[in-house]
Nanobody, 119 residues
Framework: QVQLVESGGGLVQPGGSLRLSCAAS????????MGWYRQAPGKERDMVAR???????NYSDSMKGRFTISRDNAKNTLYLQMNSLKPEDTAVYYCNLEFFRGWTKYNYWGQGTQVTVSS
């Protein structure tokens, strides 16, 4: 019954900013990893950034320090602050959640939110 719902996408001009949100609901262990991925038409889905429950982050080199991932553990909500956006950032951005129950790994994805960077 776990669900991830992304929001905050839209059209923005080059150099602009957007803040994406991902609301997670359901039975989610307190120890988990969440992340943002993106996929442009005809390309692979690539990792943007990941963050653990304890706040450890991991960013893709392609972000070049422009993006910041954060989370509110009490609300099970994930955020992505995107600054200095470029046309090549245009993609569908997906929220990801991973956790273990015993020896079994669970992996969930949101529906995605479209980010378009264009003048």
């Amino acid at each position: 019954q776990v669900q991830l719902v992304e929001s905050g996408g839209g059209l923005v001009q080059p150099g602009g900013s957007l803040r994406l949100s991902c609301a997670a609901s359901g039975s989610i262990p307190s120890i988990n990893d969440m992340g943002w991925y993106r996929q442009a038409p005809g390309k692979e889905r690539d990792m943007v950034a990941r963050i653990t429950s304890s706040g450890t982050t991991n960013y893709s080199d392609s972000m070049k320090g422009r993006f910041t991932i954060s989370r509110d553990n009490a609300k099970n909500t994930l955020y992505l602050q995107m600054n200095s956006l470029k046309p090549e950032d245009t993609a569908v951005y997906y929220c990801n959640l991973e956790f273990f129950r015993g020896w079994t790994k669970y992996n969930y994805w949101g529906q995605g939110t479209q980010v378009t960077v264009s003048s």
